[in-house]
Nanobody
Framework: QVQLVESGGGLVQSGGSLRLSCAAS????????MGWFRQAPGKEREFVAA????????YYADSVKGRFTISRDNAKNTVYLQMNSLKPEDTAVYYC????????????????WGQGTQVTVSS
């Protein structure tokens, strides 16, 4: 069982930056691949980024490639999402998720989810 708690969301102006954190419970964090997803009002939840258990491989949605960076610190049981050059269309609730085996862009393949953190980008 893995419990995930996101933090770091908030209100930022267009062009600004935020860093989201996702703290995981349990001693097996390093065996899980991790992903970030987001859900804007009135829209379905969508994939943002994913990282392998070791941190050696990462994968991004085209909409955030070059602006967002996913990373992890297995010693701290934490995964991060550094978001730069934020745009109003990045406004959403951001969720982190964990799954065994390889990373994925498909939310149905993730076993554990956090409660989400709100990111609002003003124009």
């Amino acid at each position: 069982q893995v419990q995930l708690v996101e933090s770091g969301g908030g209100l930022v102006q267009s062009g600004g930056s935020l860093r989201l954190s996702c703290a995981a419970s349990g001693r097996t964090f390093s065996t899980y691949s991790m992903g970030w997803f987001r859900q804007a009002p009135g829209k379905e939840r969508e994939f943002v980024a994913a990282i392998s258990w070791s941190g050696g491989s990462t994968y991004y949605a085209d909409s955030v490639k070059g602006r967002f960076t996913i990373s992890r610190d297995n010693a701290k049981n934490t995964v991060y999402l550094q978001m730069n050059s934020l745009k109003p269309e990045d406004t959403a609730v951001y969720y982190c998720a964990a799954r065994m085996y390889g990373y994925s862009r498909y939310e149905y393949e993730y076993n554990y989810w956090g409660q989400g953190t709100q990111v609002t980008v003003s124009s």
